[in-house]
């Protein structure tokens, strides 16, 4: 953005271009001010968008047709049905699924088409259509008819063979009216209690109320109707089941009766029982000695020849408690064998006890590891013989299972052809009873609790809304514009934007050359009213100048700019006035191409510095004018080749004697960009400053001027913000520019 918004700049007066110091990034801090300042500038664009959208939401709101909203409200109880005491409530996801069913049920084409009937909407709606006709048809008939003659003569036969539209159906008009209903129906509730509200919006108030009631209604009657047809369903085929499955039944038991009798037998459910049981007691041992017998063949594999040393690393070993406490007995006799060998010969009495020791422990952990190892081979010879008896007896119950399923199968296939067959009568008589008790309630589980009644005020449009939501939308469209101007804007706006995109220092500004109340030209102002607050932004630049090196002031200053027309001419001419004030000053026209000093001064044509150059003759007599300590040395007659002549020996030893001469020397030099004049002047003079014209400099020109000048070597002082409105100055804060202070004294002046 071109505002300044973050303190990043300060300058010091010290020598050279190091008079201006950026500040680290870690001083940046957020300048509100300077948003409020860009808002201000653009505050008419921002009313004028935001009164554009109140206009466009006002239209739109008085504008539209007013739409009324009924509402009626009813309970649904997420019962299957109120006949039966067993019936209990849903689960609460079964709840939830339950109101999402009335929801669609209530929103369906089949209950908004029976509204459809039941209010007759069809003959209303052709009732309307023919009313609307017969009030338009005068005021369009004309046209029309015109219009179809028209079409008849482009056309000719063609349009005498074309059928004419043909009007719905009445089915196609239920279609459509019904979707027309759905499609302005909301329907709520249902979350936290069995309330659900059912809306409806129309234009016609009496009609929204007529068809939300009707809705409920059809709603109440769709539902019982379901479920008394779906109850008439289910008894009906149940009562046609019931009486084959009881003679299924009778069937059944008249055959195990005769066959108990045939055979003489009796109930063996007991019988299989037992022996099941005791059959699986022994499966339940058969693994349980399995899986004992697993676990000591892998200890008694491991053993099995395996060498005397390799016993050591066989986990079922070394993990025997006695084995370990050995082993450890051994490794301390061990130790004590290595500890003894250092301080005694391998004869010596305490050397030989301790290897014996040492062999008695070696000795006595052999012993234990076969003392284990006999153990593990004895315990899976046991576990062999237990599982081969425990299989043994399976097979032997499984003989006696087997004989007795022989001898029983028919009786046991008859007892299960009974039971099920008795099971499945029972189930259907007692749901055939409560299919019977069901089909004769009519009650529902969906009341009315309220009945919509005539809205009186619209629902919609909210206009008060409508006009408010398009005024915020208008100020945040205005203010997103105005700062997404700001943001695609690249040119220079305040002299915080001279510091900030070029890195050179701002001098000052120059203000808009007004047009003067005396004879002076406009471009002389500063000596017309040197208390105006133009004269006072031209001593400021002067100002700083001076202090740009305290040391060594610039005396030869070359003004120019980075394009044509952006007040460096004017900034010249002014600023050689307010050095005219502390000295003898000269003012020298080099641009060469287009001089305009003569004319904006209004001075007579004579000799200036090209004839200087050119002759032999002495600078008294090519000086244009003299105002006080100013003296003018303009262009006069326009060299063919400029740049020889200003490159020549012989200028810089006229700029030289020149620089004895007057005290300071402002040069009004060509615009940078467009021809090298000002770079071959920039290494000849003390201080180069650059004219930016406000709101129109582009800042990548400036920046490619400020890079040609220092690739010659220029001393850049700095830049004035030039052509600056004082009107939209104000905005950017009064200490840009001192209008305020020196205002009513420069009025009366």
Same mark, same amino acid.
């Given at each position: 953005?071109?505002?300044?918004?973050?303190?990043?700049?300060?300058?010091?007066p010290?020598?050279?271009?190091?008079?201006?110091?950026?500040?680290?990034?870690?001083?940046e801090?957020?300048?509100?001010? %300077?948003?409020?300042?860009?808002?201000?500038?653009?505050?008419?664009?921002?009313?004028?968008?935001?009164?554009?959208?109140l206009?466009?939401?006002?239209?739109?709101?008085f504008?539209?047709?007013?739409?009324?909203?009924?509402?009626?409200?009813?309970?649904?109880?997420?019962?299957?049905?109120?006949?039966?005491?067993?019936?209990?409530?849903?689960?609460?996801?079964?709840?939830?699924?339950?109101?999402?069913?009335?929801?669609?049920?209530?929103?369906?084409?089949?209950?908004?088409?029976?509204?459809?009937?039941?209010?007759?909407?069809?003959?209303?709606?052709?009732?309307?259509?023919?009313?609307?006709?017969?009030?338009?048809?005068?005021?369009?008939?004309?046209?029309?008819?015109?219009?179809?003659?028209?079409?008849?003569?482009?056309?000719?036969?063609?349009?005498?063979?074309?059928?004419?539209?043909?009007?719905?159906?009445?089915?196609?008009?239920?279609?459509?009216?019904?979707?027309?209903?759905?499609?302005?129906?909301?329907?709520?509730?249902g979350?936290?209690?069995?309330?659900?509200?059912?809306?409806?919006?129309?234009?016609? $108030?009496?009609? %929204?109320?007529?068809?939300?009631? %009707?809705?409920?209604?059809?709603?109440?009657?769709?539902?019982?109707?379901?479920?008394?047809? +779906?109850f008439?369903?289910?008894?009906?085929?149940?009562?046609?089941?019931?009486?084959?499955?009881?003679?299924?039944?009778?069937?059944?038991?008249?055959?195990?009766?005769?066959?108990?009798?045939?055979?003489?037998?009796?109930?063996?459910?007991?019988?299989?029982?037992?022996?099941?049981?005791?059959l699986?007691?022994?499966?339940?041992?058969?693994?349980?000695?399995?899986?004992?017998?697993?676990?000591?063949?892998?200890?008694?594999?491991?053993?099995?020849?395996?060498?005397?040393?390799?016993?050591?690393?066989?986990?079922?070993?070394?993990?025997?408690?006695?084995?370990?406490?050995?082993?450890?007995?051994?490794?301390?006799q061990?130790?004590?064998?290595?500890?003894?060998?250092?301080?005694?010969?391998?004869?010596?009495?305490?050397?030989i006890?301790?290897?014996?020791?040492?062999?008695?422990?070696?000795?006595?952990?052999?012993?234990?590891?076969?003392?284990?190892?006999?153990?593990?081979?004895?315990?899976?010879?046991? %576990?062999?013989?237990?599982?081969?008896?425990?299989?043994?007896?399976?097979?032997?119950?499984?003989?006696?299972?087997?004989?007795?399923?022989?001898?029983?199968?028919?009786?046991?296939?008859?007892?299960?052809?009974?039971?099920?067959?008795?099971?499945?009568?029972?189930?259907?008589?007692?749901?055939?009873?409560?299919?019977?008790?069901?089909?004769?309630?009519?009650?529902?589980?969906?009341?009315?609790?309220?009945?919509?009644?005539?809205?009186?005020?619209?629902?919609?449009?909210?206009?008060?809304?409508?006009?408010?939501?398009?005024?915020?939308?208008g100020?945040?469209?205005?203010?997103?514009?105005v700062?997404?101007?700001?943001?695609?804007?690249?040119?220079?706006?305040?002299?915080?934007?001279i +510091?900030?995109?070029?890195?050179?220092?701002?001098?000052?500004?120059? $203000?808009?050359?007004?047009?003067?109340?005396?004879?002076?030209?406009?471009?002389?102002?500063?000596?017309?009213?040197m208390?105006? $607050?133009?004269?006072?932004?031209?001593?400021?630049?002067?100002?700083?100048?001076?202090?740009?090196?305290?040391?060594?002031?610039?005396?030869?200053?070359?003004?120019?700019?980075?394009?044509?027309? +952006?007040?460096?001419?004017?900034?010249?001419?002014?600023?050689?006035?307010?050095?005219?004030?502390?000295?003898?000053?000269?003012?020298?026209?080099?641009?060469?191409?287009k001089?305009?000093?003569a004319?904006?001064?209004?001075?007579?044509?004579?000799?200036?510095?090209?004839?200087?150059?050119?002759?032999?003759?002495?600078?008294?007599?090519?000086?244009?004018?003299?105002?006080?300590?100013?003296?003018?040395?303009?262009?006069?007659?326009?060299?063919?080749?400029?740049?020889?002549?200003?490159?020549?020996?012989?200028?810089?030893?006229?700029?030289?004697?020149?620089?004895?001469?007057?005290? @300071?020397?402002?040069?009004?030099?060509?615009?940078?960009?467009?021809?090298?004049?000002?770079?071959?002047?920039?290494?000849?003079?003390?201080?180069?400053?650059?004219?930016?014209?406000?709101?129109?400099?582009?800042?990548?020109?400036?920046?490619?001027?400020?890079?040609?000048?220092?690739? @010659?070597?220029?001393?850049?002082?700095?830049?004035?913000?030039?052509?600056?409105?004082?009107?939209?100055?104000?905005?950017?804060?009064? @200490?840009?520019?001192?209008?305020?202070?020196?205002?009513?004294?420069?009025t009366?002046?």
């Amino acid at each position: 953005m071109n505002q300044p918004i973050t303190d990043k700049t300060f300058r010091q007066p010290v020598a050279g271009n190091e008079s201006f110091i950026r500040a680290t990034p870690s001083e940046e801090v957020i300048d509100l001010s %300077a948003y409020i300042s860009l808002l201000i500038r653009n505050i008419w664009g921002i009313a004028a968008i935001t009164l554009l959208c109140l206009l466009i939401g006002g239209y739109v709101a008085f504008s539209s047709t007013p739409v009324y909203r009924a509402t009626a409200t009813v309970k649904a109880s997420p019962l299957e049905s109120n006949a039966s005491n067993t019936e209990q409530y849903l689960a609460t996801a079964l709840v939830l699924l339950f109101y999402e069913t009335q929801y669609e049920i209530i929103g369906s084409r089949n209950v908004a088409e029976k509204v459809v009937d039941k209010l007759d909407l069809i003959t209303l709606y052709k009732e309307k259509q023919a009313a609307q006709a017969a009030e338009e048809k005068s005021f369009v008939e004309q046209t029309i008819a015109t219009v179809k003659t028209e079409i008849k003569a482009l056309l000719g036969s063609v349009e005498e063979t074309t059928e004419e539209k043909k009007e719905p159906t009445d089915d196609q008009l239920r279609v459509a009216i019904a979707k027309s209903i759905q499609a302005n129906l909301n329907v709520s509730g249902g979350t936290q209690s069995q309330i659900i509200n059912i809306s409806y919006s129309n234009e016609d $108030p009496e009609l %929204a109320t007529e068809v939300v009631n %009707a809705i409920a209604e059809t709603y109440i009657q769709f539902g019982l109707d379901a479920r008394l047809a +779906e109850f008439r369903n289910t008894g009906s085929w149940l009562s046609d089941q019931y009486e084959e499955l009881e003679q299924q039944l009778r069937d059944s038991e008249d055959r195990l009766t005769k066959y108990t009798a045939e055979n003489g037998l009796v109930d063996t459910a007991q019988q299989e029982r037992v022996v099941n049981s005791q059959l699986q007691t022994l499966n339940t041992e058969l693994i349980r000695a399995q899986t004992q017998l697993s676990s000591i063949e892998e200890e008694y594999l491991a053993i099995q020849g395996a060498d005397a040393s390799d016993l050591y690393s066989i986990s079922a070993v070394i993990s025997n408690n006695s084995v370990q406490d050995r082993m450890q007995i051994q490794a301390r006799q061990l130790q004590q064998v290595n500890e003894l060998s250092e301080r005694y010969g391998e004869r010596h009495p305490t050397m030989i006890k301790a290897k014996s020791e040492l062999a008695s422990a070696i000795k006595n952990t052999d012993a234990e590891v076969a003392k284990v190892v006999e153990n593990i081979e004895k315990n899976y010879r046991l %576990a062999q013989v237990q599982v081969s008896n425990i299989k043994n007896l399976i097979n032997e119950q499984q003989r006696n299972i087997q004989g007795l399923q022989d001898k029983n199968l028919t009786l046991v296939s008859l007892e299960r052809e009974v039971e099920n067959n008795r099971t499945v009568y029972e189930n259907f008589q007692s749901s055939l009873l409560e299919a019977n008790l069901r089909s004769e309630y009519t009650g529902s589980n969906v009341q009315i609790l309220d009945s919509a009644t005539t809205p009186d005020a619209p629902f919609a449009p909210n206009t008060k809304l409508i006009i408010a939501l398009s005024g915020i939308i208008g100020l945040f469209i205005g203010i997103a514009i105005v700062f997404l101007r700001d943001a695609l804007d690249n040119t220079f706006k305040t002299p915080s934007d001279i +510091e900030d995109k070029l890195g050179v220092p701002s001098l000052g500004i120059s $203000p808009k050359v007004q047009k003067g109340k005396r004879n002076a030209p406009p471009q002389m102002q500063y000596l017309e009213n040197m208390r105006s $607050p133009f004269s006072e932004n031209i001593n400021t630049i002067r100002t700083g100048l001076q202090f740009s090196n305290i040391d060594s002031p610039p005396k030869t200053i070359l003004v120019t700019s980075a394009t044509g027309s +952006e007040g460096k001419t004017t900034l010249s001419i002014n600023l050689a006035a307010a050095f005219s004030q502390q000295g003898k000053t000269l003012l020298l026209e080099l641009d060469l191409r287009k001089p305009s000093i003569a004319h904006y001064l209004k001075l007579k044509e004579k000799k200036g510095f090209t004839d200087l150059m050119l002759s032999t003759k002495p600078l008294e007599e090519s000086i244009t004018s003299t105002i006080g300590n100013l003296t003018i040395l303009t262009c006069g007659s326009q060299p063919p080749s400029p740049q020889e002549l200003i490159s020549s020996e012989k200028f810089s030893k006229l700029l030289s004697t020149l620089s004895n001469q007057y005290s @300071h020397i402002i040069i009004d030099a060509p615009p940078t960009l467009p021809v090298s004049d000002s770079c071959i002047l920039a290494n000849k003079v003390d201080g180069v400053i650059l004219a930016v014209k406000a709101n129109e400099t582009a800042i990548k020109a400036s920046k490619e001027a400020i890079d040609r000048l220092q690739s @010659h070597n220029a001393n850049i002082i700095g830049a004035v913000l030039s052509v600056v409105e004082p009107k939209k100055m104000s905005y950017y804060g009064s @200490h840009y520019y001192a209008g305020e202070y020196y205002g009513n004294e420069a009025t009366s002046s």
